[in-house]
């Protein structure tokens, strides 16, 4: 019966050392204890006893030339350093941290907020459409304007939680907005508002 190994950080940390230090005939312990010395400041013995750990759960294995490698076939999980979730080796995303997808995607697919070049091709965009006012936006990013219009402004956080949206969508529904110059952001008393657009 296959049974789910679920690794710690310092166990994910061996893992990626090996990954680093792993050439086509294996590794070499002596390279991995001073990786992971540097990185993470583990002792030689807690770098053998991870390693006993993964050899013992088939994620390192012997191979043919009788070296340890990581045994590519194994899957083992680990938890997402945003959100927590669980996710399988396979289902990594990240160099510096290990996401899941949708952190991943989230944390990497940023709308700029102020951006010229965005605000002159979408009014070029809306204009060859004959598209005015909210025509052409998603439901979505309307009921957001209707929103900050129906408040006068609204705080970015007020719009997170109404429509329950991450701040990154938040933010990319808003960086939208903005470029069709029906919203643009105002700061009173050191608090950031989105308000409707003054031409």
């Given at each position: 019966?296959?049974?789910k190994i679920?690794?710690d950080e310092e166990?994910?940390g ?12 294996g590794?070499?312990?002596?390279d ?14 807690k ?16 191979n ?5 490698e ?17 996710i399988?080796?396979?289902e ?9 997808e ?5 944390d ?25 006012g909210?025509?052409g ?18 705080k ?15 933010e990319n529904q808003w ?11 105002q700061?009173q ?11």
């Amino acid at each position: 019966m296959d049974y789910k190994i679920q690794l710690d950080e310092e166990e994910r940390g061996i893992i990626k050392c090996i990954e680093e230090a792993q050439i086509d005939r294996g590794f070499h312990i002596r390279d991995i204890i001073k990786k992971a010395k540097e990185h993470y400041g583990m002792s030689r013995s807690k770098v053998y006893e991870i390693v006993g750990y993964l050899e013992f759960h088939d994620i390192i294995i012997s191979n043919k030339s009788g070296n340890r490698e990581l045994n590519k076939d194994k899957t083992y999980y680990i938890k997402c350093q945003n959100c927590g979730c669980g996710i399988s080796n396979s289902e990594i995303f990240g160099e510096e941290e290990d996401l899941c997808e949708e952190c991943y995607m989230e944390d990497h697919q940023k709308i700029r907020l102020a951006d010229p070049w965005a605000v002159r091709s979408k009014k070029i965009f809306r204009k060859n459409a004959g598209f005015e006012g909210t025509e052409g936006l998603s439901d979505l990013q309307k009921s957001i304007y209707e929103f900050i219009c129906s408040k006068g402004r609204a705080k970015p956080e007020e719009i997170s939680k109404e429509f329950g949206l991450s701040k990154r969508e938040a933010e990319n529904q808003w960086a939208i907005l903005r470029h069709c110059e029906l919203i643009g952001g105002q700061k009173q008393d050191g608090v950031f508002y989105m308000a409707p657009f003054k031409s």
